[in-house]
């Protein structure tokens, strides 16, 4: 039997440069042993950021005239992982595989009107061993 798997983690501005050079793929080595970056190429945007994560975030907070003071321990950005496991995504095939991805991009968006303009990347790794 399949599972879903969904997780959510916080994070500080501090933590924005790391993320955006991890999930976007700008490092070129990285101490997570489940990314085959020879399967990079795999990889695909539902939503690709035109700036780093914290150039986005300031053009978000700016845009959207968002108020509320940012400390450097306030969280400032949530990042979601929604995926299942490998026999799964097998199971169902490509076309549907990326159906499932595309349904989870919009269901976080519309999760309680977070609203589409406040994501700001949305990323299918294909190239880590889970998948």
């Known amino acids: 039997m399949s599972y ?3 997780r959510n983690t916080k994070y500080k501005r501090e933590n924005l440069k790391g993320i955006f050079r991890h999930n976007e793929r700008r490092n070129k080595n990285y101490s997570n042993d489940n990314i ?5 190429y795999l990889n695909y945007s539902i939503k690709s950021p035109q700036y780093s994560y914290e150039k986005e975030f300031d053009r978000i907070k700016e845009k959207y005239n968002l108020k509320g003071q940012i400390k450097k321990v306030s969280n400032i950005a949530c990042e979601y992982i929604i995926t299942s496991d490998h026999d799964f995504f097998e199971r169902i095939g490509e076309e ?3 159906r499932f991805f ?13 609203g589409e303009q406040y994501i700001i990347s949305a990323k299918v790794h294909r190239d880590e061993q889970e998948y």
């Open 36 to 40: 085959d970056k020879e399967k990079s």
């Open 96 to 98: 549907e595989t990326k």
């Open 102 to 114: 595309e349904t989870a991009y919009k269901f976080v968006a519309e999760y309680k009107h977070l």
């Open 4 to 6: 879903a798997i969904i």
